[in-house]
């Protein structure tokens, strides 16, 4: 396994309190997989990938867990340590390129300032390296002297994906990687995106709030839900049999993967306030199929090979998926 | 382009209407126009040259006409004092204004950026507990205060320095860049110099740091920490150098606004500069020469002020995308 | 999300002391968030009280001219005994003259601020809620205001008016406006578009009685920050001028007593004891309102702090 995240907690100081934003979750990463993190906005899924990297706003503090990669924990490197490694085994590629990439700096030599500076390579060699990741990515050589914001959106990420791969990382994070584009682009940058994937036997944690991304380029899923991990497994298990009522829910609110037969349903309601989380599961308010017993913390369920969800009824997970594509179901489900 | 012409115009409009308040000033006080400066020892002789000057025989309309026609070619009239044409009286002292201000500025703007983009990294540490405060109480000290100090101590009490003047008296070059390169210059130049830079430098150190800390928000700074760069350069080569544009067009406004505010400073170290000759004149009342010395003040003011503009609009595309989110 | 039922036209009076209690909320809530903004409200309150008390507080006729006991000048007398900071060049007493110039420096300062952040705020309203010529008129006014060097204006004013402290106040007034008023009038702007407002207009008050009454105290905190910061700069100014010699010869300030030491060579003599109190005492009531303005705008503007 290259990467174990093993009951990660991260918490924000906030004025009034202390926000668990990340609550003891678990996930892996094999070498050479794609694993995809979603959930909605603010589930903490951006705040646990970016714990990886360690580089976190000032009030984020690790509250226990540990992140292995290649066999170090990462969390108790010193300092120095994990700067030596950063961006050399962990690469980052942004949700925004616009604001991800500095406005006063031409793009090539912020691809070179990485190769000389934490690569150790020469003037002269990082330029010839900084054409070889712009042909990479499909991105003309001469578009090394432009600026930022001179590239249009799908050629910033596209330069941002080179910017990651520069110092061949043994992991990518890549956050929402295309989500600023538009429905064509998004679906040219992810092709040349898992194609280099592929070609470099890249391992890759894809973080994204679509589920038809998912279902597009990731081996695995890890579903994440008020700093939790509701459900993680295979991608083609997950989707198939979802055995969490969230999961079921997320698929049913896109319609391109259930397929046009079925009436388009979001979950309605919003996920909990952190600062004061609900008792038991954190979905039970939105949750059609929640019952007294959720009041309790539920339970870690394994329902397949590799698969499992945190939730009372998994057990119960077939016949609650029937029950879940009629889109009357998920009306008038929240409670207080 | 339009925008070159529209400020263009905005920078005429703004000088003629300064120099016309500047007029009807002189021609609205009470009693005859020039009561305020004649006095015993006017001559005859120059009452008529100043009636004929300002052609007070003629009509508001037509002295006023005179007095823009006479603008527009460069004529500011005669000094009372000096006998001899504004514009050459006011070029004189001129060179000597701007070297004070451009070398205090530059001590100022090198000293505060560096301060600011420092005091911008050491956020929330005691450092910035302490400097704040010492930054906002040099900028609440006057300037002539603060020269009269140092001239008593590095000037009276050491003897390190000349107390006044831009060279010594009976000095003499071979040409201009001769005196102004003369060791003696820059001794006098010295303590005027720093003391308009402790207090010019609070602007732009409070301007720098305010930049950096929005700087350093950014997703590009989070990105170069991800990028494992050492603190060096993400604080230089990032932060500092996206923080700088505004602190430039801060510099060009500055030049404006400190050729005509160093005039107590120039008055507390006689330093022969425009301000100096500005209260001199209105000390003296010698009308042309004041009303000479404000107009050639407000023209460096206004013509910096679009400069300034100029600039930055030429730069605002690439920062106009940078700022947007 | 504001239901529509929440849109209701508060009375008049509500929306005033609503505007008043923001700031005196604010003014209130100094101490506990800033030491430092409330180390300058102690100090000017120190200086009003001197200001207030300055007859009581003085040793000697700031303007009278003293002889020891041998009927000698007793001018350039180190500091002690009868005279805590020593006496002048022409034998009058320094800290007499200190007392006194507090209320000089106070006096200009306040007037100033008050009048130039009236003038701002007036502007700013206007401007900002007819906009359109109006706008534009007093916009490119704003314009010419700060295309005029301040001191060098003020320098010429002395010359055509009779030296006086008021023609800080006046130059002040006539220049400093517009950056209060460009900041209000966008304030203005925003607030114009409101819900509130809104429901004014609909009730039928005149364009009038919605700016005074109700938009006018939603900006009254703005006018009080930019108040703070003008009665800084209004000091500076004073002390420059009188400095330069072109202050009223018959009252004693600040600005006054480093001319007197300046020209009577107190420099040449290191008398520090003279020349140094007044400098200290400006960058003091300056420096305060520094502080309580920086004080002030936190509060009013607080910064998400993460």
New interface residues.
Partial sequence: MLLEVRDLVIEYRA?RGRVRAVDRISFDVPAGAVVGVVGESGCGKTTAVRAI?R?M???AVFAGGSITLDGTDLVSLSEREM??????DI??V?Q?A????????RVGHQIE??LV??GGMGRRAARARAEELFAMVGLEGKRLHD?P?QFSGGMRQRASIALALALEPQLVIADEPVTALDVVIQRQVLDTFNELQKRLNLSVILVTHDISVVAYVCDYVVVMYAGKVVEAGPVADVLAEPSHPYTMGLYNAFPELAGDERDLSPIEGSPPDLLHPPEGCRFRQRCPFATGACHTEPPEIDVGAGHRALCHRAGEAPALRTEARRAETWVGVTTE | MVYFLKRFAQMIFVLWTVATILFFMFRTMPGTPLAAFIDNTTTEEQQQALIEQFGLDKSLGEQYWLFLTNLMQGDLGQSFFFKKPVVEVVMEVFPNSVILTLSSLLVAYIFGIIAGAYLAWRRGSWVEGFGIPLVLTTRAAPEFWLGMVFLAYFSFHLGWLPSGGANSSGAEFSSEWARITSWDFLSHLALPAITLAIYLQGLPLLLMRSNMLNVLQEEFITMARMKGLSTWAIVIRHAARNALLPVATAFALGIGGAVGGNVVVETVFSWPGIGRLLVNAVAASDYPLAQGAFLMITAVLVVMNFIADITYHLLDPRVRVAARG | MQRADEIALPGRGARVTAGLSRWVKGVTAIPRRDPFAFAGVLLYLIFILVAIFAESLVTHDPREILFDENYDLARNLPPGGDHILGTTFSGRDIYSQLVMGTRGALLVGVTAAVCVVTIGTIIGLIAGFFGGIVDTILMRLADIALGVPFLPFVIVLAAFLNPSQWNVVLGIALLLWPQSARVIRAQVMSLRERAFIEAARVTGAGPWRILFVHIAPNVLSLSFLYASIAVGWAILTEASISFLGFGPSDSVTWGYMLQDAYASQALGREQYYWFVPPGLCIIAVVVAGFFISRGYEEILFPKLKD
């Fill in positions: 004025t990297t580089v706003p000032a009030s700067k030596k490694r950063l961006w050399r690469a980052y942004p925004s616009m604001n991800a990439l500095d406005p006063v700096w300032e990485v500076d934490r600026y914001h």
